[in-house]
Protein backbone atom coordinates (compact mmCIF):
# COMPACT_ATOMS: atom_id res chain seq x y z
CA UNK A 1 0.00 0.00 0.00
CA UNK A 2 1.39 3.24 -0.93
CA UNK A 3 2.18 5.41 2.14
CA UNK A 4 0.57 8.84 2.51
CA UNK A 5 2.04 11.66 4.11
CA UNK A 6 1.17 13.62 1.43
CA UNK A 7 -2.15 15.80 0.64
CA UNK A 8 -2.86 17.08 4.46
CA UNK A 9 -2.84 13.31 5.96
CA UNK A 10 -0.30 12.60 9.03
CA UNK A 11 3.03 11.04 8.52
CA UNK A 12 3.07 7.00 9.30
CA UNK A 13 5.20 8.31 12.44
CA UNK A 14 2.73 10.53 13.56
CA UNK A 15 -0.42 7.93 12.46
CA UNK A 16 1.22 5.40 15.17
CA UNK A 17 2.09 7.79 18.05
CA UNK A 18 -1.55 8.58 17.79
CA UNK A 19 -2.65 4.85 17.42
CA UNK A 20 -0.50 4.12 20.49
CA UNK A 21 -2.06 7.24 22.66
CA UNK A 22 -5.40 5.40 22.31
CA UNK A 23 -3.84 1.99 23.09
CA UNK A 24 -2.00 3.29 26.71
CA UNK A 25 -5.41 5.12 27.63
CA UNK A 26 -7.05 1.24 27.33
CA UNK A 27 -4.11 0.24 29.49
CA UNK A 28 -4.87 2.74 31.89
CA UNK A 29 -8.73 2.21 31.80
CA UNK A 30 -8.40 -1.40 32.35
CA UNK A 31 -6.13 -0.47 35.48
CA UNK A 32 -8.77 1.38 36.64
CA UNK A 33 -11.68 -1.08 35.79
CA UNK A 34 -9.65 -4.03 37.25
CA UNK A 35 -9.86 -2.84 40.55
CA UNK A 36 -13.51 -2.96 41.32
CA UNK A 37 -14.15 -6.77 40.29
CA UNK A 38 -14.76 -8.49 43.57
CA UNK A 39 -12.35 -10.79 44.90
CA UNK A 40 -14.79 -13.57 44.60
CA UNK A 41 -13.82 -13.48 40.82
CA UNK A 42 -10.17 -13.87 41.88
CA UNK A 43 -11.04 -16.76 43.85
CA UNK A 44 -12.71 -18.27 40.53
CA UNK A 45 -9.75 -17.69 38.83
CA UNK A 46 -7.55 -19.72 41.00
CA UNK A 47 -9.85 -22.64 41.09
CA UNK A 48 -9.93 -22.47 37.73
CA UNK A 49 -5.65 -22.36 37.23
CA UNK A 50 -5.86 -25.22 40.36
CA UNK A 51 -8.28 -27.23 38.21
CA UNK A 52 -6.01 -26.38 35.31
CA UNK A 53 -2.80 -27.91 36.20
CA UNK A 54 -4.31 -31.21 37.09
CA UNK A 55 -5.75 -31.92 33.49
CA UNK A 56 -3.41 -33.23 31.13
CA UNK A 57 -2.59 -30.78 28.08
CA UNK A 58 -2.71 -31.70 24.60
CA UNK A 59 -3.33 -30.12 20.96
CA UNK A 60 -7.00 -30.08 20.32
CA UNK A 61 -9.18 -28.40 17.81
CA UNK A 62 -10.89 -26.80 20.47
CA UNK A 63 -7.33 -25.36 21.41
CA UNK A 64 -5.89 -24.91 17.67
CA UNK A 65 -9.24 -22.43 16.81
CA UNK A 66 -8.70 -20.52 19.90
CA UNK A 67 -5.33 -19.89 19.93
CA UNK A 68 -5.85 -18.58 16.10
CA UNK A 69 -8.53 -16.26 17.35
CA UNK A 70 -7.02 -14.81 19.85
CA UNK A 71 -3.52 -14.04 17.84
CA UNK A 72 -5.81 -13.03 14.95
CA UNK A 73 -8.69 -11.07 16.01
CA UNK A 74 -7.12 -7.15 16.49
CA UNK A 75 -4.47 -7.55 13.09
CA UNK A 76 -6.36 -9.36 11.01
CA UNK A 77 -9.36 -6.73 12.01
CA UNK A 78 -6.80 -4.01 11.84
CA UNK A 79 -6.10 -4.56 8.14
CA UNK A 80 -9.88 -5.44 7.44
CA UNK A 81 -10.27 -1.46 8.33
CA UNK A 82 -7.98 -0.15 5.95
CA UNK A 83 -10.56 -1.18 3.12
CA UNK A 84 -13.09 0.95 4.43
CA UNK A 85 -13.36 4.93 5.43
CA UNK A 86 -15.26 3.90 8.86
CA UNK A 87 -11.90 2.60 9.84
CA UNK A 88 -10.99 6.55 10.63
CA UNK A 89 -13.25 6.16 13.60
CA UNK A 90 -13.07 2.23 14.59
CA UNK A 91 -8.86 1.68 14.22
CA UNK A 92 -8.43 4.14 17.12
CA UNK A 93 -11.11 2.30 19.12
CA UNK A 94 -9.41 -0.89 18.10
CA UNK A 95 -6.63 0.20 19.73
CA UNK A 96 -8.29 0.89 22.93
CA UNK A 97 -9.94 -1.96 23.01
CA UNK A 98 -6.64 -4.05 23.07
CA UNK A 99 -4.84 -2.06 25.17
CA UNK A 100 -7.85 -2.45 27.88
CA UNK A 101 -8.65 -5.84 27.68
CA UNK A 102 -4.73 -7.03 28.05
CA UNK A 103 -4.45 -4.67 31.13
CA UNK A 104 -7.06 -5.58 32.32
CA UNK A 105 -6.51 -9.11 31.99
CA UNK A 106 -3.12 -8.65 33.35
CA UNK A 107 -4.27 -6.42 36.58
CA UNK A 108 -7.01 -9.44 37.32
CA UNK A 109 -3.87 -12.15 37.74
CA UNK A 110 -2.09 -9.63 39.88
CA UNK A 111 -5.17 -9.27 41.95
CA UNK A 112 -6.01 -12.56 42.36
CA UNK A 113 -2.27 -13.79 42.97
CA UNK A 114 -0.26 -10.67 44.49
CA UNK A 115 3.49 -10.73 43.21
CA UNK A 116 3.33 -13.96 41.98
CA UNK A 117 0.61 -12.89 39.02
CA UNK A 118 2.95 -10.84 37.47
CA UNK A 119 5.27 -13.89 36.59
CA UNK A 120 1.82 -15.89 35.65
CA UNK A 121 0.49 -12.80 33.25
CA UNK A 122 4.21 -12.91 31.85
CA UNK A 123 3.65 -16.73 31.43
CA UNK A 124 -0.12 -16.13 29.69
CA UNK A 125 0.09 -13.21 27.88
CA UNK A 126 3.85 -12.72 26.78
CA UNK A 127 4.57 -14.45 24.07
CA UNK A 128 1.20 -13.19 22.29
CA UNK A 129 2.06 -9.75 23.04
CA UNK A 130 5.07 -9.96 21.93
CA UNK A 131 3.73 -11.34 18.87
CA UNK A 132 0.27 -9.76 18.13
CA UNK A 133 1.54 -5.55 19.25
CA UNK A 134 3.84 -5.16 16.85
CA UNK A 135 2.26 -7.08 14.00
CA UNK A 136 -1.41 -5.10 15.07
CA UNK A 137 0.77 -1.91 14.56
CA UNK A 138 2.50 -3.20 11.73
CA UNK A 139 -0.79 -3.11 10.31
CA UNK A 140 -2.83 -0.26 11.93
CA UNK A 141 -0.72 2.56 10.87
CA UNK A 142 -0.96 1.62 7.22
CA UNK A 143 -4.79 0.89 7.16
CA UNK A 144 -5.34 4.09 8.90
CA UNK A 145 -3.75 5.95 6.36
CA UNK A 146 -5.69 4.14 3.82
CA UNK A 147 -8.92 4.42 5.51
CA UNK A 148 -8.23 8.20 5.97
CA UNK A 149 -7.79 8.42 2.00
CA UNK A 150 -11.20 6.67 1.66
CA UNK A 151 -12.71 8.72 4.28
CA UNK A 152 -11.40 12.06 2.37
CA UNK A 153 -13.23 10.54 -1.30
CA UNK A 154 -16.39 10.33 0.66
CA UNK A 155 -16.62 13.89 1.95
CA UNK A 156 -16.05 15.53 -0.74
CA UNK A 157 -12.41 15.57 -1.25
CA UNK A 158 -12.32 13.03 -3.96
CA UNK A 159 -11.17 15.51 -6.89
CA UNK A 160 -7.95 16.49 -4.91
CA UNK A 161 -7.17 12.99 -3.41
CA UNK A 162 -4.88 10.70 -5.16
CA UNK A 163 -6.46 6.94 -5.62
CA UNK A 164 -5.97 4.68 -2.96
CA UNK A 165 -3.67 1.39 -3.77
CA UNK A 166 -2.64 -1.55 -2.09
CA UNK A 167 0.43 -2.34 -3.82
CA UNK A 168 2.48 -5.66 -3.50
CA UNK A 169 4.47 -3.77 -0.12
CA UNK A 170 0.96 -3.92 1.45
CA UNK A 171 0.28 -7.91 0.35
CA UNK A 172 3.54 -8.28 1.19
CA UNK A 173 3.51 -6.81 4.93
CA UNK A 174 0.00 -8.35 4.98
CA UNK A 175 1.57 -12.08 4.59
CA UNK A 176 4.58 -11.94 6.62
CA UNK A 177 2.53 -10.63 9.67
CA UNK A 178 0.23 -13.77 9.05
CA UNK A 179 3.08 -15.81 8.82
CA UNK A 180 4.60 -14.39 12.07
CA UNK A 181 0.98 -14.59 13.84
CA UNK A 182 0.82 -18.57 12.66
CA UNK A 183 4.53 -19.17 14.04
CA UNK A 184 2.89 -17.45 17.28
CA UNK A 185 0.02 -20.09 17.15
CA UNK A 186 2.17 -23.16 17.02
CA UNK A 187 4.46 -22.22 19.67
CA UNK A 188 1.93 -21.30 21.84
CA UNK A 189 0.24 -24.93 21.48
CA UNK A 190 3.21 -26.60 21.94
CA UNK A 191 5.68 -24.79 23.94
CA UNK A 192 3.33 -22.10 26.06
CA UNK A 193 1.60 -25.03 27.84
CA UNK A 194 5.29 -26.51 29.29
CA UNK A 195 6.16 -22.85 30.50
CA UNK A 196 2.82 -22.39 32.03
CA UNK A 197 2.56 -25.37 33.91
CA UNK A 198 6.11 -24.70 35.46
CA UNK A 199 5.16 -21.18 36.58
CA UNK A 200 1.35 -22.49 37.76
CA UNK A 201 3.59 -25.13 39.36
CA UNK A 202 5.72 -22.59 41.65
CA UNK A 203 2.67 -20.19 42.18
CA UNK A 204 -0.03 -22.68 42.86
CA UNK A 205 2.14 -25.18 45.01
Known amino acids: MRERGKGGQPSP ?6 LALFFLAGVCLGQVLAGRVPREAGRELSEYLHHYVTV ?3 VTAGAALSAL ?4 RYPLLAALLG ?13 LLFGFFLSFS ?12 VLLALAVFGLRCAVTLPVFFLLAVPAWGSAAAL ?3 SFGRGRRAAPVTYGRSWWRRLGLCCLAL ?3 VCVELFVSPLLLRL ?4 VLA
Open 13 to 18: LLRMVF
Open 56 to 58: EES
Open 69 to 72: VLYL
Open 83 to 95: FASIGVVLLPCTA
Open 106 to 117: VCCFTAAFGADG
Open 151 to 153: AAM
Open 182 to 184: LAG
Open 199 to 202: VLGR
